[in-house]
């Protein structure tokens, strides 16, 4: 082991030897269990995708319901799942992650079989909403359990394959969705995760190491409440925040709503021996950074998530179907980036992120420059999106790795709440970010080539703003400790 490898093994949480039975039953089953936590990560993935697809198919089957009743069959499963990760992350270190776990999937999955017989809109956005609740416990438990069965120095690999099931999420999933819907129906997007959800269940059950370790105490239920709601409300705002009018006072109650409890769980949390969210966490200039980094990569990447196959369609005329598999590539290319950044970046995470970054932006600026009213797919769309492909997989792995990195054991869990909470609200600025440009832009009359252009310029920007913050992915006390244990090491 070289002088840097042994310095980023000497870390407070790690240099004392792992316990004798449970830690090495859970090491001895890491395979198995990144394997479980994988597939459950792609289920919750690829439930938001497939959904986009079937929208116009769920405005065939329900004509009576509004657009607005419409959409929150996809926005109740956006928000509630980014309201519910954060509090999922802490129940999860107390709970015990396995337990958790199970119990997430096996309500995903059942909340997906209730989707597909729905009778009314409505009963269809109450199971969203279950199925977002289940999905945010199934994220941070997943992670948790991939951190805890793997010792120091394969944990970055392992996050770079648990991130890759992400990316294959979105690979498949808008193509998927599409071959589904046009041969099934809308109610099929839902079905096929009820087998994928109850082999997980079975197989985790039998292959998840049992709980090591005591259990904690309950997070303050008062807190965690406050932090629900307010992630909640301002999730909702900036994600309808285009439907319901930016100066509406649903936008500005949700909004300012949400900012308050938010402000008051923090401050709850500050004070409650059992808090609702861990502020210690946020010592940490690492794991600060990586949060921040998320936040704005995760708005340019949903911001133009929602463009690029808009584009496809209202520009260049393709189906929905060929809109999605002119996306396939660049996905394919982040699940290798992911794969490859996990083996490589665990002493170069900050490259990572950086490069990754500046990749994605590159991408979003050669869109913004070259592509044309006329269809230029094999000379500007797809060399592009391969780019942006390998710089998602980069950034998403080096993120989850660094924030990973800067946890202590006992909080993986919360931790991984928190930092997918950042992802999510970023998405959620992506998505009111493209929503306020196509309105000021001239709604319809916005799908332009010049409007889409500007959409591209605010990717652009985002993306590189969350490469120049990552150039403070570091921990200065880390950074000490690594210099002193290489100095020793090579005395």
């Known amino acids: 082991m070289s002088g840097s490898d042994a310095a980023q093994l000497v870390t407070p949480e790690t240099t004392a030897p792992p316990p004798d039975t449970g830690q090495n039953a859970a090491y001895a089953r890491g395979g198995l269990t990144l394997l479980m936590a994988c597939g459950a990560t792609f289920v919750a993935f690829l439930d938001v995708s497939?959904?986009?697809?079937?929208?116009?198919?769920?405005?065939?089957?329900?004509?009576?319901?509004?657009?607005?009743?419409?959409?929150?069959?996809?926005?109740?499963?956006?928000?509630?799942?980014?309201?519910?990760?954060?509090?999922?992350g802490r129940l999860a270190d107390v709970l015990g992650r396995r337990a958790l776990f199970l119990l997430s999937v096996a309500g995903f999955t059942l909340a997906s079989g209730l989707c597909a017989i729905a009778p009314t809109v409505e009963f269809l956005v109450g199971m969203r909403v279950l199925q977002g609740i289940s999905a945010a416990g199934m994220i941070p438990?997943?992670?948790?359990?991939?951190?805890?069965?793997?010792?120091?120095?394969?944990?970055?690999?392992?996050?770079?394959?648990?991130?890759?099931?992400?990316?294959?999420?979105?690979?498949?999933?808008?193509?998927?969705?599409?071959?589904?819907v046009d041969s099934f129906g809308w109610p099929s997007v839902f079905l096929i995760n009820v087998p994928l959800g109850v082999v997980l269940v079975v197989?985790?059950?039998?292959?998840?190491?049992?709980?090591?370790?005591?259990?904690?105490?309950?997070?303050?239920?008062?807190?965690?409440?406050?932090?629900?709601?307010?992630?909640?409300?301002?999730?909702?705002?900036?994600?309808?925040?285009?439907?319901?009018?930016?100066?509406?006072?649903?936008?500005?109650?949700?909004?300012?709503?949400?900012?308050?409890?938010?402000?008051?769980?923090?401050?709850?949390?500050?004070?409650?021996?059992?808090?609702?969210?861990?502020?210690?966490?946020?010592?940490?200039?690492?794991?600060?950074?990586?949060?921040?980094?998320?936040?704005l990569f995760g708005g340019s990447m949903y911001c133009w998530l929602l463009a690029a196959p808009l584009f496809a369609t209202e520009i260049w005329g393709y189906s929905e179907v060929e809109a999605g598999l002119a996306l396939a590539p660049g996905a394919v290319m982040s699940v290798i980036a992911s794969v490859l950044a996990g083996r490589y970046a665990r002493a170069h995470q900050r490259v990572a992120v950086v490069?990754?970054?500046?990749?994605f932006a590159v991408q979003c600026g050669i869109w913004m420059i070259g592509l044309e009213s006329k269809p230029d797919f094999l000379v500007v769309w797809l060399p592009a999106t391969l780019i942006g492909g390998v710089g998602i997989g980069a950034v998403m792995t080096g993120l989850s790795s660094a924030s990973a990195?800067?946890?202590?054991?006992?909080?993986?869990?919360?931790?991984?709440?928190?930092?997918?909470?950042?992802?999510?609200?970023?998405?959620?600025?992506?998505?009111?970010?493209f929503a306020a440009l196509m309105a000021v832009l001239g709604g319809e009359s916005g799908k332009t080539l010049d409007g889409f252009r500007q959409v591209f310029v605010m990717c652009t920007v985002l993306a590189a703003l969350a490469a120049v913050a990552a150039l403070w992915l570091t921990d200065p006390k880390q950074k000490a400790t690594q210099e002193k244990a290489s100095q020793e090491a090579e005395h």
């Open 50 to 88: 497939v959904t986009y697809v079937a929208f116009p198919s769920l405005h065939k089957s329900f004509p009576d319901a509004s657009l607005s009743a419409l959409s929150w069959v996809v926005s109740s499963y956006t928000v509630v799942f980014a309201a519910v990760l954060a509090p999922a």
């Open 141 to 180: 438990s997943a992670l948790s359990l991939v951190l805890s069965s793997r010792p120091p120095e394969r944990r970055s690999s392992a996050i770079g394959l648990w991130g890759a099931s992400s990316s294959a999420a979105a690979a498949v999933g808008p193509p998927l969705g599409g071959l589904l």
């Open 203 to 295: 197989a985790s059950y039998r292959i998840l190491p049992p709980r090591t370790g005591p259990a904690g105490r309950m997070p303050d239920l008062i807190g965690t409440l406050a932090v629900a709601l307010g992630v909640g409300g301002v999730v909702a705002a900036l994600t309808e925040g285009s439907s319901w009018g930016w100066t509406s006072p649903a936008f500005l109650g949700a909004l300012l709503g949400g900012a308050v409890l938010l402000a008051l769980a923090l401050l709850r949390s500050r004070r409650h021996p059992a808090p609702a969210v861990e502020i210690s966490l946020w010592r940490s200039r690492k794991f600060r950074v990586a949060n921040i980094a998320f936040v």
């Open 355 to 359: 490069v990754g970054g500046v990749l």
């Open 405 to 433: 990195t800067a946890l202590p054991p006992r909080l993986f869990a919360a931790g991984a709440g928190l930092a997918t909470t950042a992802r999510q609200v970023g998405a959620a600025l992506g998505t009111a970010a």
